[in-house]
């Protein structure tokens, strides 16, 4: 008892006056400097396509990548599309929802990975839709009405389904999946007004948590299901997303 009264007040002496200091302004902004205010709406969308292609000329064996893979052959392809709709209910605080839509397919017919790993007639489709119930708050950079720096609480849910297989002149074999997931995370961002109605924002995915599941049948036969559970503090270029706004 007499141990547990003497670390209490060495703790009341060390935090004691760290409540009294003054708070420190940093010079970033005014949190109460109106960037967008209380009634307003903003919509957004976003989106982007990219395709690659590797092969042989002229009776070559494949292009080489990162010097890492070699004998390249195959594609790759990335699409993916988003909409979201945020009221303000006060000044730089807004609530909405989110719509997404992502599709990635994968072929590769032939490769080599440091010369020690070879595959071929591998190929894998993966396509999701995504929902989520968002809150956005934005603190202005310098009390500046075109820059602004934002947090976004999310909480999402995806379904959508993945096939991975292999192609043969019978027909395919492989793995089907039905997937679904939920998730709670926090994306901080920038934005930029381009117009007095039009803004640019990057955002990306800083700290998620959620749970996935999904029912597998492979070969049309076998039946199989596994969940996965997760969180992670993991800020992520590869999630990096650009997105456009419409402020009225």
């Known amino acids: 008892m007499k141990k547990t009264a003497i670390v209490l007040a060495a703790a009341l002496a060390i935090l004691g006056p760290a409540a009294q200091a003054k708070t420190m302004n940093r010079g970033l902004g005014n949190p109460k400097s109106v960037y967008i205010e ?21 009776g070559a064996q494949g292009a080489t990548f990162l010097g890492l893979v070699n004998k390249l052959e195959g594609d790759i392809t990335f699409a993916n599309a ?21 599709k990635t397919g994968f072929n590769v017919d032939n490769a080599s990975l440091l010369s020690q790993i070879s595959f071929s007639n591998t190929h894998a489709d993966i396509m999701t839709l995504s929902g989520a119930l968002a809150a ?8 500046s009405k075109c820059f602004a720096l934002f947090a976004e609480a999310r909480l999402s849910g995806k379904m959508g ?15 089907y999946a039905d997937v679904y997931s939920v998730s709670l995370g926090l994306y901080p961002g920038i934005c930029f007004f381009l117009t007095n109605n039009i803004a640019v924002e990057l955002s ?17 036969k076998a039946e199989s299901a596994m969940g996965h559970a997760y969180g992670a503090f993991q800020p992520s270029i590869l999630g990096l997303n650009l997105g456009i706004t419409f402020n009225f």
């Open 38 to 58: 209380r009634g307003s709406w903003q919509l957004g969308i976003a989106g982007g396509y990219n395709r690659f292609n590797a092969g042989g000329l002229n």
């Open 82 to 102: 988003s909409a979201s709709a945020y009221y303000f209910v006060a000044n730089n605080i807004s609530v909405g929802a989110r719509l997404g839509f992502a």
């Open 136 to 143: 956005r708050a934005y603190l202005p950079l310098f009390n």
């Open 161 to 175: 389904y993945n096939k991975n297989y292999e192609q043969y002149e019978k027909g395919k074999t492989g793995t």
């Open 204 to 220: 990306l995915p800083l700290v998620e948590g959620g749970y996935e599941w999904n029912k597998q049948l492979t070969n049309d």
